[in-house]
C-alpha cells in the first residue's frame, strides 16, 4: 500500500535510504504504544528532517505526538501537511486526540485549507487512481462471483497449494 500512495502522489524517494527512515519511524511508534509521546515526537522530527518523503501515516501519527506533547505549532504545520496530501480537514477536526489542538491553530488551518487541498489535487495522480479504482472492482467482482476462497489472489489461475 505505501508504494501505491507514493506513486499516486508522485513522492518517489530519491538516493535516501528509506530502510533507515523506516526503522526510526518504527522506534517512534513502539514509543507511542508506551505512552512516551515526547521521545516519538523527537525522532519523528529528527526523521522528518532528515528524509525529503514522509508518509502520510507518519505524520498523521507525529501530528498526534506533537498534541500530546503540547507543542500545537509542530502539529498545525504537520496537520496542514496532511491536507497536502490527502486528508480531509473536517475528518482530523473531529478526532479524538486531534480535538486537543486549540481552536486558535484550527481557525488558522481552516483559513488555508483551500489552497492546501489545491496542492494535493495538483500532484495526485488522477490516472493511477482510475487504474487502481478498477483494479479493485475487478477484485470485488471476482470474490463476490467466483469461488476465491481456493486462491491467494486476483490472478485465479494460481491455486494455492
Known amino acids: 500500500m505505501l508504494l501505491v500512495s507514493i506513486n499516486i502522489h ?9 530502510r533507515v527512515y523506516y526503522e526510526k519511524v518504527n522506534h517512534a511508534e513502539l514509543l ?8 516519538a515526537l523527537d525522532i ?12 502520510p501515516k507518519d505524520v498523521y501519527n ?5 498534541i500530546k506533547s503540547g507543542d500545537f505549532e509542530k502539529a498545525k504545520i504537520w496537520i496542514k501537511d496532511l491536507i497536502t496530501l490527502g486528508y480531509c480537514l473536517d475528518s482530523l477536526k473531529n478526532k479524538g486526540t ?3 489542538l486549540p481552536p486558535a491553530h484550527w481557525e488558522d488551518i481552516q483559513a488555508k485549507n483551500d489552497s492546501l487541498f489545491q ?5 495526485f495522480d488522477w ?8 483494479m479493485d472492482a475487478q477484485e470485488q467482482f471476482c470474490l463476490k462471483y467466483k469461488n476465491a476462497s481456493g486462491y491467494d489472489s486476483l490472478v485465479l489461475s494460481m491455486p494455492k497449494y
Open 32 to 39: 507511542v504504544v508506551e505512552h512516551k509521546f515526547k521521545s
Open 44 to 55: 519523528y522530527t529528527a526523521t522528518f528532517k532528515e528524509f525529503n518523503n514522509h508518509d
Open 127 to 134: 490516472e493511477l487512481k482510475t487504474i487502481l479504482d478498477t
Open 119 to 123: 496542492v494535493f489535487k495538483s500532484k
Open 98 to 100: 486531534f480535538m486537543g
Open 10 to 18: 508522485g513522492n518517489i524517494p530519491t538516493n535516501q535510504n528509506y
Open 62 to 66: 507525529a501530528s498526534l505526538c506533537a
